[in-house]
């Protein structure tokens, strides 16, 4: 399944300040028994979002109703952290989120995300600062570029790894790139056998 | 050029290398399955009409969403919802369906994905290993290549044995000098994790090395890669020796004969040469470890079990230790314990049950305390059986259960209650990892069953001998 492409994004951001959010905080595991990946965006947060009697809650800051205009997740340091689980993007899409900005993303979450047209991008420290201070504020990132904009004038360059950024920006399929690649395959297979 | 066994590993498998435009395409040895992250890679193939390349290189097992509790009355197994039996017919019908190995329901050598690769020696020096299951970098501690993938990646590795990958920084952690008796494996890794932080192995593919690593057991070594992940590394491995060849000879799918001698001269080939260079290099002091246990919500919260709950010194912190009801300066052995989870593929082999064992024998479990021991595999589970240890246990009032992922994950129906501290033997004490409200300690087993015994968080110490362990 392709990923919707991803060009450029303008949109409100939501911002969670804590550091080491977890796979788990993302979608918790009982949701994980699901076969498809469709429909995750009801359990997306759900802990931080609903009671444990299921009641919402009113200090989340997550809204019910999904992300809306705030596409743009701001999050602490070492966001993604812990499970493999690609539940945690598809949950995130399906909640509305585009992209999500923190100062260091997790290693399996970044690739799973830009698999998916979740775009995981990695500012410095100080974008990261101001970023955190300013929950709600309109915000253009810009993949072809690798730029984002605030509207009270916050600007960063970001790096994508130049592969996932071919296929998010012109729908490259990354397993038709390998498959393409069947003869060199077939002579390791002969080599190695 | 001098080479480490990360670059070693990693040329070896190389189809198509790295460009500025594209990652390498590498070759998978194992791709090792399970039933919570393949169904929708087995979709994508389905849409797209591709077969499995090579299920002779791909194995399937259960373990995240099994019971861990035996049949009922009825022979049905009690399945937490239907979902999850669903989700386990799945993965049968998959493997039926595109002829891959199942370690099924009934299979005496089904348990735990990362437990039961090395026991049946699917795991070897020398090979790249993947699954969608982070835990993957177990598999390291054999010199070989494992790290954990999405399940788009399962999609990729199913239908081309290969996957898209740019090579990752290298970094070196030294144990220096020796553990002192009666620390193990679990407590050097969160030492470690607690030195570097839960994002200080991001990008790196990361060799253990040093005389404390030597001397660990493969099942050690298996504990201790295991958790590299906790410190962001997706890959933690440590170089084949002697330790090593002897675990691995004469098990089921271990080379036999010349094959062997062949297999073992070519291992022999991969540790790191002497003048191999690391992107980074960390030094970790092993004999300044001490029994290990987490205050916090993430697993660099960690801190010797005879000290006392730290100050909160940013946000992040202060909501973590309002979550966890550690008062600030209180030694930790004043925290109350409900529940003691003993298990996971972080904890659950012989090793494990036998150092939870030498604890509980001719002890109880503290009024109030439920303690759950999960073997990590069928084979353990009746090895430990015929050395009398589920005796140990139900004597001492543990319950003994069917080997799986249990409450490391909580998806089985095997969790604690709103409230409640568990300290487990697992890898993640996030909030509500273990269930909705659930405050986790990790510890080692010896830890973990002291604090059963005590009520309370414990140091092992006062219940065992002086011989130092994971020495074997």
């Known amino acids: 399944m392709q990923p919707e492409p991803f060009n450029r994004l303008e949109a409100r951001t939501l911002v969670v300040r804590q550091s080491n959010i977890d796979t788990d905080q993302i979608i918790p595991a009982r949701f994980l028994t699901t076969t498809t990946r469709e429909g995750l965006g009801k359990s997306a947060f759900y802990d931080w979002r609903y009671t444990e009697d299921d009641q919402p809650k009113n200090a989340s800051p997550f809204p019910v109703a999904g992300a809306g205009d705030r596409q743009v997740l701001v999050a602490g340091a070492n966001f993604g952290c812990g499970s493999s689980r690609e539940h945690a993007p598809w949950a995130l899409l399906d909640y509305g989120f585009r992209a999500v900005i923190s100062s260091d993303i997790a290693d399996i979450f970044k690739s799973n995300a830009l698999k998916n047209g979740l775009l995981p991008v990695e500012v410095d420290q100080r974008t990261h600062a101001a970023l955190l201070e300013r929950p709600g504020i309109r915000i253009v990132i810009d993949l072809e570029s690798c730029t984002l904009e605030t509207e009270d004038d916050i600007r960063a360059q970001f790096t994508v790894e130049p592969f996932a950024r071919r296929c998010l920006l012109d729908g490259v399929d990354p397993l038709g790139h390998i498959v393409a690649h069947e003869e060199a395959i077939a002579a390791y297979e002969a080599a190695a056998a | ?472």
């Open chain 2, 1 to 472: 050029m001098a080479r480490s066994l990360f670059d070693k590993l990693w040329d070896a498998h190389v189809v198509v290398p790295e460009s500025e435009d594209s990652p390498a395409i590498l070759f998978i040895d194992l791709h090792l399955i399970h039933e919570v992250t393949s169904p929708q890679a087995f979709a994508v193939l389905e849409e797209r009409g591709l077969p499995v390349r090579r299920p002779d290189l791909t194995q399937a097992t259960l373990d995240h969403s099994t019971p861990t509790l035996p049949p009922g009355p009825d022979g049905r197994l009690p399945y937490a919802t239907e979902d999850a039996e669903k989700q386990v017919h799945q993965l049968e019908a998959n493997c039926a369906k595109h002829g891959i190995d199942l370690l099924g329901l009934d299979d005496p050598r089904r348990g735990i994905v990362h437990v039961v690769g090395p026991e049946l020696a699917l795991t070897q020096p020398g090979k790249t290993i993947v699954c969608g299951d982070s835990h993957t970098s177990t598999h390291g501690a054999f010199g070989a290549l494992a790290f954990g993938i999405g399940t788009t990646e399962v999609g990729h590795v199913l239908a081309t044995q290969c996957i898209l990958q740019r090579k990752p920084k290298s970094m070196r952690i030294t144990f220096e000098g020796e553990l002192s008796p009666g620390v193990g494996a679990k407590d050097m890794a969160l030492a470690m994790i607690a030195q570097i932080g839960a994002d200080g192995g991001q990008g790196y593919a990361v060799e253990f090395a040093g005389p404390a690593v030597e001397a660990l057991s493969m099942e050690a070594r298996m504990t201790l890669c295991n958790m590299a992940i906790e410190a962001g590394a997706r890959v933690g491995m440590v170089a084949p020796d002697d330790t090593t060849f002897a675990y691995l000879e004469g098990r089921e799918r271990a080379p036999q004969g010349e094959a062997w001698d062949a297999a073992v001269a070519r291992w022999r080939e991969l540790p790191s040469d002497r003048d191999a260079q690391f992107d980074s290099e960390v030094r970790v002091d092993a004999a300044a470890i001490r029994p290990m246990i987490t205050f916090g919500v993430s697993p660099d919260a960690a801190a010797p079990v005879t000290g006392n709950a730290p100050r909160p010194a940013n946000d992040s912190e202060r909501e973590a230790a309002e979550y966890m009801r550690f008062a600030a300066d209180r030694p930790f052995a004043e925290a109350k314990v409900d529940r003691v989870f003993i298990g996971s593929c972080t904890n659950s082999r012989m090793a494990d049950l036998r150092e939870a064992a030498e604890v509980m024998r001719g002890r109880k479990v503290a009024d109030g305390v439920i303690a759950l021991i999960v073997p990590g595999s069928e084979a353990i589970r009746q090895q430990a059986e015929a050395e009398g240890l589920h005796t140990v246990f139900a004597e001492a009032g543990a319950e003994w259960r069917m080997p799986g992922c249990s409450m490391c994950i909580a998806m089985n129906g095997d969790q604690g209650a709103p409230g409640e501290l568990v300290v487990s033997t697992s890898n993640r004490n996030f909030v509500g990892r273990q269930g909705k409200g659930v405050r986790t300690v990790l510890a080692g087993p010896a830890t973990a069953a002291a604090s059963a015994i005590a009520g309370h968080i414990a140091d092992p110490s006062q219940y065992l001998g002086t011989e130092a362990r994971d020495a074997a």
